[in-house]
């Protein structure tokens, strides 16, 4: 069964600390991995799209890299207005394109 | 502007009642798809659509109802046999030409039995 799988649950930095997520999936087939910010209340918003491993993606202090096995969201000298829960979602060879989803990481980012 | 726009935002439910989510987009996306997320659970597709007067279950589909009559329109019926209908509701709207976007979201409907 093709699962996505995403850790930690929750981190919590301070202000400055860079780290990274992880999103690791097994599949028959990766189409595509995307991820995504959510803020408390509000949909996803879209981030990044990879589709080969060693592909890699950046936008302000955000960057998203894929290898064969897993997605490594990095996050550098982050600030408090990068806190929210960050998804990963991979779209399958056949999942009649349809999007699986991970649980998701919260992350708090503290001043 | 380009979206996808949910309504209401928060929606109360009586035991026993039928409520419909509303969702409109006005992207010209090809497909629509409903998501439930519950805390700490990843989204789960409930249902899905690719063309006008097509629609599909997803892995949750008991106790909803979807129809899609206008591209720009899929609205989620939960039924009284939906158990547990407590959530927050997503939907999302997608141009099948251009996958590599993935997703585009609306704000959600959270919606609260009492």
């Known amino acids: 069964e093709d699962q996505v799988t995403q850790s930690p649950e929750a981190l919590r930095l301070q202000e400055g600390e860079s780290s990274s997520l992880n999103c690791s999936y097994t599949v028959s087939g990766l189409r595509g991995l995307f991820w995504y910010r959510q803020d408390p209340g509000k949909g996803p918003e879209f981030l990044f799209t990879l589709y080969s491993a060693g592909e890699e993606k950046e936008k302000e202090r955000l960057k998203a890299t894929l290898t064969k096995k897993e997605s490594f969201l990095h996050i550098t000298a982050p600030k408090p207005e990068d806190s929210a829960t960050y998804l990963c979602a991979v779209h399958f060879s056949g999942s009649a394109r349809q999007l699986t989803f991970g649980s998701g990481t919260q992350l708090t980012v503290l001043p | 502007d380009g979206g996808i726009t949910q309504s209401p935002k928060y929606l109360f439910r009586k035991e026993g009642q039928n409520v419909t989510l509303s969702c409109e987009q006005n992207l010209n996306h090809d497909a629509m798809y409903w998501y439930r997320q519950d805390p700490g659970q990843g989204l789960r597709l409930i249902y899905y659509s690719q063309i006008v007067n097509d629609f599909q279950k997803g892995d949750i589909a008991e106790g909803y109802s979807v129809s899609r009559e206008k591209k720009e329109s899929f609205p989620l019926t939960v039924t009284s046999a939906q158990k547990n209908p407590t959530a927050f509701y997503l939907c999302?709207?997608?141009?099948?030409?251009?996958?590599?976007?993935?997703?585009?979201f609306g704000s959600g409907t959270r919606l609260t039995v009492v």
């Open positions: 999302a709207s997608r141009s099948l030409p251009q996958e590599n976007y993935g997703y585009t």
